[in-house]
């Protein structure tokens, strides 16, 4: 584990999954002494000419320089490989110029090491917000990088990136088309900082289906609202937050041009990996000893059923009386009712599970 601490109570009890090879896709990890010693910190992902790159990222106004960089390269041309390189242990947000030539620096470095155009390389570091990144760490772990990597490295990619987090969290869906089996696998990082505005933390999802930029960017932002943009643990949006899917098209299997089943197919699968991945950040949220779903029903609208359920659940009143197992549902329309939803407070129903 990154953070030295007990692994969280409601981690997943067989521990990191066993994920599926993605062809196309090879990764490394090394240690780079960026913050942490004695442990891997830095991954790359090396991906194949043709892959596809889709991604959400925070809307938060101190956005990181890495999250800027890879916002502007998204839709660029699949025709190169590309990459990706994620550091833990150094935000490098809030850092002004510095952390602006520090990309520049990695994703040169990157470039030139990998072979692949510098578009086509995405960066993002993890970690304490304000302080310089040490890039040079970064690039002179390069090398070796580039020897470690392999199509079934994923699994120290994933610890590579972690910071606060207790446990790794990975996972992967599959199905058919025409006898052919697509594959989606992904692994995220994230403990600490969950209210995310856009995905979390940072996620990194890898697919073999053939599917273009826009049909893969409309399914990442629609199944992202549903999954990552619905949890929380401390109600703090991060500076870093970014969520990319990359598709290599090694399967051999077009959604774009499939039926509609192949469609919804590939949109269930994605959706399935990325709940799967916020709900493993939930229960790995610092301190947590509670994994709570609100619902919220009959509410005047959609917006107005999340305003609801995120005033519920971001309440330390409320979080405080499910800590302490006391089912106090005062706080419960206490917190209902300063979300400015409208309500009928006659109709008003409340339930702990199936208690009423």
């Known amino acids: ?61 101190t956005r990181s320089a890495p999250v800027l960089d890879c916002q502007d390269k998204l839709g660029g041309s699949s025709d190169s490989g590309a990459a990706i390189l994620v550091n833990a242990g150094n935000a490098n947000a809030f850092t002004g110029t510095a952390g602006v030539e520090a990309v520049k620096a990695i994703t040169a470095a990157v470039s030139d090491t990998l072979g692949v155009p510098e578009a086509r390389v995405f960066t993002a570091s993890t970690g304490v917000i304000g302080e310089p990144l040490p890039h040079d760490r970064v690039i002179q772990a390069l090398t070796s990088l580039k020897g470690a990597l392999t199509a079934d490295g994923v699994v120290d990619a994933a610890r590579a990136i972690m910071t606060t987090d207790t446990f790794p969290k990975g996972a992967a869906r599959s199905f058919e088309v025409n006898g052919k089996t697509v594959r989606i696998a992904g692994f995220a990082k994230g403990s600490g900082m969950i209210a995310p505005d856009m995905a979390t933390m940072l996620v990194y999802i890898f697919t073999d289906a053939k599917i273009g930029f826009e049909t893969l960017q409309r399914y990442t932002g629609d199944m992202c609202a549903s999954t990552f943009n619905r949890i929380t643990v401390d109600s703090d949006t991060s500076t870093s937050d970014m969520l990319l899917v990359a598709a290599t098209g090694r399967s051999g299997v077009d959604i774009d041009a499939g039926d509609t089943a192949a469609k919804a197919a590939f949109a269930q699968a994605l959706r ?35 305003r609801v359920v995120r005033s519920i659940a971001n ?9 302490g197992e006391d089912p106090n549902w005062g706080r419960v329309v206490m917190a209902g009712g300063k979300s400015g939803a409208e309500a009928d407070r006659d109709r008003l129903s409340i339930r702990f599970g199936d208690v009423l």
Do not use: C, N, W
């Not at 066993?18 to 090396?46: H, N, S, T, W």
């Open 272 to 306: 399935d990996v990325m709940l799967d991945l916020a709900h493993q950040v939930v229960r790995d949220g610092e301190g947590a000893t509670k994994f709570v779903t609100v619902t919220v029903r009959g509410a005047a609208s959609v917006d107005d059923a999340d």
């Open 1 to 61: 584990m990154a953070s030295g601490l007990p692994v969280s109570p409601l981690a997943p009890k067989g521990g990191f999954p066993d994920l599926p090879v993605i062809d196309g896709v090879r990764f490394a990890a090394v240690e780079a002494g960026v913050k942490y010693a004695g442990r891997v910190d830095v991954m790359l992902a090396e991906l194949s000419p043709g892959t596809v790159i889709a991604g959400t990222f925070t809307r938060s106004k």
């Open 315 to 323: 309440s330390p009143l409320v979080k405080t009386a499910i800590a």
